[in-house]
């Protein structure tokens, strides 16, 4: 089993800033990748940025590339999601992910299927 756990939500107004954080614990050796993930009240979770603990590759969905970087600290079991320049829509719980499946790019982990284990989440709300 694997324990995540975020931090970092909040509220903050319209081209803010946040950084979000996820930690993990138990059997974190079987991850090979961690994920972001947002949910919106009455909508889908939808995939935000992936990154994998081995060599560090990552990948964010294109309505956020440019605005958040996900980043890890592997000593740590540490996942970062650093977000800038917010909008309302980003509005969201957003979920962190660990993933015990091997894909050879982290462009392989962008569905919720491609992840077994989730955090609570933490509420982000940027006010316009």
């Known amino acids: 089993q694997v324990q995540l756990v975020e931090s970092g939500g909040g509220l903050v107004q319209a081209g803010g800033s946040l950084r979000l954080s996820c930690v993990a614990s138990g059997r974190t050796a079987s991850s090979y990748a961690m994920g972001w993930f947002r949910q919106a009240p009455g909508k889908e979770r939808e995939f935000v940025a992936a990154?994998?603990?081995?060599?560090?590759?990552?990948y964010a969905a294109g309505s956020v590339k440019g605005r958040c970087t996900i980043s890890r600290d592997n000593a740590k079991n540490t996942v970062y999601l650093q977000m800038n320049s917010l909008k309302s829509e980003d509005t969201a719980v957003y979920y962190c992910?660990?993933?015990?499946?091997?894909?050879?790019?982290?462009?392989?982990?962008?569905?919720?299927?491609?992840?077994?284990?989730w955090g609570q989440g933490t509420q982000v709300t940027v006010s316009s």
């Open positions: 990154i994998m603990w081995s060599g560090g590759s990552r």
């Open positions: 992910a660990a993933s015990t499946r091997y894909y050879s790019r982290s462009d392989g982990y962008t569905g919720t299927h491609d992840y077994d284990y």
